[in-house]
């Protein structure tokens, strides 16, 4: 299938606008850049409540927000970590997308603000991640969550995260109910199918994932550490089962399909969706594609069959 018309147009539209690459221009420009994507974003669903705190962390405290669909005293529960290469965006631009995951899967959802890169490369982002779910598991009881439900998700880098979370939670015999990764890095190989043939013209570059890379490891002595690189780990065995969400033009997908395999190579359960005609980021641009709420709706139903 060719590029959806909407998606055709999206991204006409921000060629035309001709922000700079995440590589041409200082940092706090191209943070300052994303703020346009709450347009995108969508219109964000009424929930019972959202509640927004500071947990502590590391080497930080944390913002955190949590949305709640309901009132329920033993909810499921949603752990999210936000794309960006590590490096960009922020909370609000996933209110739309994150709102409406809690009300169709009836999940709360904890959506954390880790610290970014290249201030703060990794360990930091990931320990950051590991610590919210630490978190989440020891205040289950006073958040109204069944700790037997949690999971853990993200889209891109957020994905990356969320993988190496669920590889720690199983390292430290944590059992986590499922991991919903959207369009996910796990490698830092860039010879992929994906990579050379949506290299540019698709939104995400290939350029860019290599300079987001650059920003998160800061040289390759991580490239070995599957809590950096999930994709390295020695065994996938009793990992959560995977709900990986992808898109047909984008960078990451030969990225997303291999980690699917690997995971069922061990014995992992991955539920695969691949949408046609969509690129990087759809999911949380409901102004943009009807997709998203697809895709959005599809997830959530996964989530309520693992959790049940």
Known sequence: MSLAPEIKAFLEAGARAGLPQVW??????IRRNTQGRTV????VEDVHEVINRFIPGPTADLPIRIYRPDNSSESKTVIYFHGGGWVINFLDIYDASLTRLANQSGATIISVNYQKAPEHPFPIPFDDC???????????RNLNIDPAT????GDSAGANLASAVAIKARDNNIALAFQLLIYPCNDRDFTTDSYLNCATGYGLSTQAMQWFWDQYLQGDHHDDNPYAVPMKAKTFKDIAPAIIITAQY???LSDSQKYGELLE??????????????????????AVTPT???AIDFAAVEIKRLTQ
């Open 130 to 140: 590991y610590a919210t779910l630490l978190w989440v598991i020891e205040n289950a």
């Open 292 to 294: 998203a709420r697809e």
């Open 40 to 43: 995108t974003s969508g219109p």
């Open 24 to 29: 041409e221009a200082p940092l706090d420009v």
């Open 150 to 153: 949690i999971g853990v998700a």
């Open 265 to 286: 190579r061990d014995g992992v359960s991955v539920t695969y969706k691949e949408y046609a005609g969509m690129i990087h980021g759809f999911f949380s641009n409901l």
């Open 250 to 252: 984008d960078p990451l």
